[in-house]
């Protein structure tokens, strides 16, 4: 089968490499000509795919990539991958959504297939989509289906192949076409009565996710009024077999799912007169995190941040991975220095970020900051020197000091 994916970053490279490796002719387009000239090139930033896989795979004529989509004309699927941010408003921005179907209009084909794999609000493949494409193409009989993505950048557990992944079409035709592509190169694959299924589907994990995070860190707070770990109390509570799931405090929420996909379930609901109000206040409590916890440090240096030097390890919004997509130490830094202090960042995943290089790891500094603990990170420096230290890391592991919230 002939494949194009449009969109080859963090969801569409590693959706591309897999397609390719079960057989099919694959073409990665991207608008970004210096990305396509990397990928020509072997070079690749996602953990979920290696250089040698990209050569060999071109080698053996298997994938292509270009970033003019009349070179992908000949393809039958074609694969949407590409981002969905909000925009200042908090809003469903889906520029980069609209711009593919206008593309895919231009080379789609009758009985072509055409899946949505980029998250978005509930109703959006039959209601943009489709009308989209149909409209400019004016092709009626082409196959519409939704899989959204479900990529960690990262996880060395979970993968492509074995994610388990839901599906459906507009039609049941569309619906058996996509699993059939997909079972290529996916283990699981669960299809449902319709796209909008599997829209909300995709919406309410990482929503769940959001609104737990949000309890854990207004929960942080109490335990801190009260003199007492948070963490400790979650450890306590996870002894309990049944009805309980952990969580930890944490700066905040990073990456494109958690801090994204909450807003576009807040605006599906918006969109048919229902109301989002866990989903909102867990948006307002985990973005204002790096406020409220720059304000417990300064409580913590005895009031005043003035020219104190502080240094972060990890601006990343996960470990090891270079990803800042909404990274909340990011968004820390800049509480931090609005409160007066001198900050240092450093991160083995990150060269530069906002004309800032990542420093090595020092010891003159007034207080160190764990935010995202790569695991290539050596705090032996910082032990050794005896240095104040907070663990803001949002997980149980122990890195020689107490979890601060």
């Known amino acids: 089968m002939n494949v194009t994916v449009v969109g080859q970053g963090y969801v ?19 608008i970004d000509e210096k990305k396509i000239e990397k990928l020509k090139s072997g070079f690749s930033d ?16 298997k994938i292509s990539f270009s970033a003019n989509i009349l070179d992908h004309a000949g393809s039958s ?13 908090h809003k469903p921005d889906l520029k980069y959504l609209k711009n593919a179907c206008e593309l895919i209009a231009t080379v789609v084909k009758p009985n072509d297939l055409i899946v949505n794999e980029s998250t978005s609000y509930i109703g959006t493949l039959r209601d943009l989509v489709k009308p989209t494409i149909q409209n400019l193409s004016g092709i009626e009989n082409i196959d519409y289906a939704v899989a959204p993505e479900r990529i960690d950048p990262g996880n060395e557990t979970w993968s492509v192949h074995n994610t388990p992944r839901i599906m459906a079409g507009l039609t049941d035709q569309a619906t058996r076409r996509t699993v059939d592509f997909y079972s290529d190169f996916c283990s699981v694959i669960k299809s449902v009565s319709k796209p909008e299924v599997a829209e909300a589907a995709k919406l309410l994990e990482n929503t769940f ?3 737990n995070i949000a309890l854990i860190n207004e929960f942080s707070e109490i335990a801190n009024r ?18 309980f799931m952990s969580f930890y405090p944490s700066v905040g929420v990073g990456g494109h799912c958690i801090p994204v996909d909450p807003s576009y379930l807040a605006f599906s609901a918006e969109s048919v007169g229902a109301e989002a109000k866990f989903i909102n206040l867990a948006n307002l409590t985990n973005s204002s995190m790096p406020k409220i916890i720059s304000k417990r440090i300064q409580i913590f240096l005895d009031g005043n941040l003035s020219g104190k030097k502080i240094q972060i390890v990890g601006i990343t919004y996960k470990p090891n991975i270079s990803d800042i997509r909404e990274s909340p130490a990011l ?9 007066g202090a001198i900050v240092s960042w450093h991160d083995p995943f990150v060269t530069t970020y906002n004309d800032q ?14 935010v995202t603990p790569h695991d290539q990170i050596d705090f032996s420096p910082w032990k050794q020197s005896g240095i104040k230290v907070l663990d803001l890391s949002a997980n149980s592991k122990n890195f020689g000091w107490p979890k601060f919230l």
């Open 12 to 30: 569409g490279l590693p959706i591309a490499i897999y397609a390719a490796e079960a057989g099919h002719i694959v073409n990665g387009f991207d």
């Open 46 to 61: 996602s953990p979920e795919v290696s250089s040698d896989q990209i050569i060999q795979l071109q080698s053996k004529g």
């Open 77 to 89: 699927i074609f694969i949407i991958a590409v981002p969905t941010p909000l925009d200042d408003n």
């Open 209 to 211: 996710r959001q609104v």
């Open 226 to 243: 009260f003199n007492f770990s948070a963490h400790e109390a979650v450890n306590a509570a996870a002894t309990k077999p049944f009805g």
């Open 331 to 339: 968004d820390l830094i800049n509480e931090l220095k609005l409160l």
């Open 357 to 370: 290089l990542s420093s090595e790891l020092n010891s003159e500094i007034d207080l160190g900051l764990i």
